[in-house]
Nanobody, 122 residues
Framework: QVQLVESGGGLVQPGGSLRLSCVAS????????MGWYRQAPGKQRDMVAT???????NYADSVQGRFTISRDNAKNTVYLQMNSLKPEDTAVYYCNAILTTLPDYFTRQNYWGQGTQVTVSS
């Protein structure tokens, strides 16, 4: 089994910063893409940022220039540095990973974390 565990959410004032982390563990063979998504109350889950194992990152227009995604492949960890936070960034943030599990070499599976709440409010 595979688990994704997020941490780093919380309450922050507008203009503040937070750093989210997500660690993938379990019977992982290879991790391809990792990413962050968010879901505000009453809204659909939207992509925030993604990062493949090799290649360029991708950001939602609403966070471009404020958020930075990075990953540590040796630790199976993805990060999201969030700066200049706005009230509209308030949501549950979910970690996502596309990976293969042992002993399989080919079947890519999609996994989600349990989510971490980010609230931006004065």
């Amino acid at each position: 089994q595979v688990q994704l565990v997020e941490s780093g959410g919380g309450l922050v004032q507008p203009g503040g910063s937070l750093r989210l982390s997500c660690v993938a563990s379990g019977s992982i063979r290879s991790i391809y893409a990792m990413g962050w998504y968010r879901q505000a109350p009453g809204k659909q889950r939207d992509m925030v940022a993604t990062i493949p194992s090799g290649g360029s990152t991708n950001y939602a227009d609403s966070v471009q220039g404020r958020f930075t995604i990075s990953r540590d492949n040796a630790k199976n960890t993805v990060y999201l540095q969030m700066n200049s936070l706005k009230p509209e960034d308030t949501a549950v943030y979910y970690c996502n990973a596309i990976l293969t599990t042992l002993p399989d070499y080919f079947t890519r599976q999609n996994y989600w974390g349990q989510g971490t709440q980010v609230t931006v409010s004065s």
